[in-house]
């Protein structure tokens, strides 16, 4: 059954239009509410985080409702990143947690996103059960059996514990200079206060929320000002996060900005060299860079590649035994010590492969030589399916006779937008603009 309401990555909109209303999360809620307790009684409690946008107000009340009303009992943890709404989930016991975050998207938008009680996000199944729920309705519980909700004022240290508990003790960050930019987002106070508990020295940017201003100029998505102060300030490394924290991009003390791709062959090298990579193996999407792939065929690795979104790379990771993956958008999960994309813990990971080799970031951002790749979105509006022409299906078609031994192309629908997403990668940059320029021009003929 096609879904209406899940993406890739929870249920996500602009806020007060469909489906990210009060009204809607009050029903998801519920619905979340009665799949999880199922027998009946009041021993069940869920976690809530959020990251700092305004409407997350509105959500958290709401979604608040709609538990109780099915006999949850509801833990709110105010700002927290999504991240320690996954360890939270399953320290504090837990059978549900919930993030309410758009991660990189502007304020205007907000989402909702689900863990199960093992700490890692719910499966496609779960969340079409759940769907089928909000669409049929819940039967609430009998009043004395409605559920009760406090704030929890130690999430975030809970957090930021584990996440120093992740360094080896003799490999101390005292003397290096770190620019962290916590894009206004959740992660605002915990990541500047663990980096400083840690021995750092921490300059933070966007760590300034006001509701409005998340992704707005400065984190993963936007590097600039993080560049502009890493320059400034003449500091060793720059780590910058996305507004929920589960996303990161590193920047070397000359100013140049490293992704997930980078980030994760660093790793993947460092941890095969010391027997710490389960399975020889680094699970990446489809949207990892070809030069990682060839970068791994050269260490005597593999890459085992998943349909976008950090949940299918869980997914795969799980199946096959793996414990290190991510995507090229800055979401490196490790699961040695989270159950999701933690933008912080890849960062203090960066930091040890500073300490331990001695080398300076530049000379640890670019493990290997990128193949060219280019990416546009096309936005399309509400019932159109640019896709399905005739006229576009043949210009890919042409398209991936072109690329043939030369390159690879990618065409998707975002799941967390509406944007179709062409992307290709080839060595010729006039063919590679050629091919991503004509397919865009056909995608927006036909919208």
């Known amino acids: ?101 758009a991660s990189h998207n502007p304020a205007i938008d907000n989402g909702i996103k689900f863990f199960g009680p093992d700490g890692f996000k719910l499966s496609d199944d779960a969340e079409t ?42 490999v101390p960050l005292r003397g290096i200079k770190v620019v962290i930019d916590c894009s206004n987002g959740a992660a605002y106070r915990a990541a500047p206060e663990a980096l400083w508990e840690l021995g750092a020295e921490v300059i933070p940017v966007g760590v300034s929320p006001d509701g409005l201003n998340i992704n707005q100029g400065c984190g993963s998505t936007n590097t600039r000002a993080a560049v502009e102060t890493v320059i400034a300030h003449g500091a060793d490394v720059g780590i910058c996060l996305d507004g929920d924290a589960d996303r990161v991009m590193i920047i070397d003390e000359k100013g140049q900005v490293a992704d997930g791709d980078q980030i994760m062959a660093l790793l993947a090298s460092r941890w095969a060299a010391s027997g710490r990579l389960k399975g020889g193996k ?109 006229s576009v299906k043949s210009a890919i078609a042409d398209a991936e006779a072109r690329l043939v031994g030369k390159g690879r192309l990618l065409i998707r629908k975002s799941g967390t937008e509406p944007l179709v997403r062409v992307m290709a990668e080839c060595e010729d940059d006039g063919l590679l603009m050629q091919v991503v320029d004509g397919i865009v021009a056909e995608i927006e003929a036909a919208l």
């Open 1 to 101: 059954m096609p879904r209406k309401l899940f993406g890739t990555d929870g249920v996500r909109g602009t806020s007060n239009v469909h489906p990210m209303t009060a009204e809607m999360a009050l029903r998801i809620g519920a619905a979340v509410g009665r799949y999880f307790r199922n027998d009946g009684t009041n021993e069940h409690r869920v976690v809530i985080g959020k990251d700092t946008r305004l409407s997350g107000y509105m959500f958290e009340n709401a979604l608040t409702a709609g538990l109780t009303s099915t006999g949850m009992n509801v833990l709110l943890l105010g700002p927290v990143p999504t991240p320690a709404v996954g360890l939270l989930t399953t320290s504090m016991r837990a059978d549900l947690g919930v993030m309410i975050s």
């Open 129 to 170: 059960q759940i769907e089928a729920l909000v669409e049929s309705g819940v039967t609430a519980a009998i009043s004395e059996n409605i559920g009760r909700a406090k704030r929890v004022d130690d999430g975030r240290f809970r957090y930021i514990e584990r996440v120093k508990s992740s360094l080896p003790k003799d």
């Open 282 to 390: 680094l699970v990446a999407t489809v949207m990892s860079n070809l030069g990682l792939e060839r970068f791994l065929e050269g260490q005597g690795l593999g890459l085992e590649r998943t349909a976008v979104g950090d949940r299918y790379v869980v997914e795969a990771m799980r199946k096959g035994g793996f414990n290190l993956g991510g995507e090229q958008s800055g979401h490196i999960v490790m699961t040695d010590y989270a159950t999701t994309g933690d933008g912080l813990l890849a960062g203090l990971q960066f930091l040890v492969a500073m300490v331990e080799t001695g080398k300076p970031a530049s000379e640890l951002t670019r493990v290997f030589e990128t193949v060219p790749q280019l990416l546009k979105n096309v936005r399309y509006g509400s019932g159109q399916t640019p896709l399905e022409t005739a």
